[in-house]
């Protein structure tokens, strides 16, 4: 069965379109990952794997429980000064990504 030259370009039209929206949609997990890295970075620095035991690292600890403790410094209920003044620059959205981001390191990569 042959294809009329319209039925042909809308044909082409449409896998195009298609293709383009699959594109985005790589592009945009791929950006949402670079979004919890990045608002994560400065935790790293302080957080992340170190010998160091005055400061715990953060990586594979519970989700809800690093969302709780934020949110509990940033609502100054929980007593840590640096951590106070730090959480506050977050909204709660931004700690939800954080706690997920670091509650994920770790799993399945040892």
Do not use: W
Not at 17 to 44: E, G, Q, R
Request: proline share 2%; with cysteine; charged share 20%.
């Amino acid at each position: 069965m042959l294809l009329c030259y319209t039925c042909k370009m809308r044909y082409i039209g449409v896998i195009f379109i298609l293709s383009i929206l699959f594109i985005i949609s790589l592009s945009n997990f791929t950006y949402a990952d670079n979004i919890d890295k990045s608002l994560s970075l400065p935790c790293l620095g302080c957080h992340g794997k170190s010998t160091d035991q005055s400061i715990p690292s953060l990586f594979g600890l519970d989700e809800e429980y690093l969302y709780s403790a934020l949110l509990a410094y940033k609502l100054d209920e929980r007593d840590q000064y640096l951590m106070r003044i730090i959480s506050k620059a977050y909204t709660d959205k931004e700690l939800r990504i954080i706690s997920k981001y670091f509650a994920l390191q770790g799993v399945n990569n040892e």
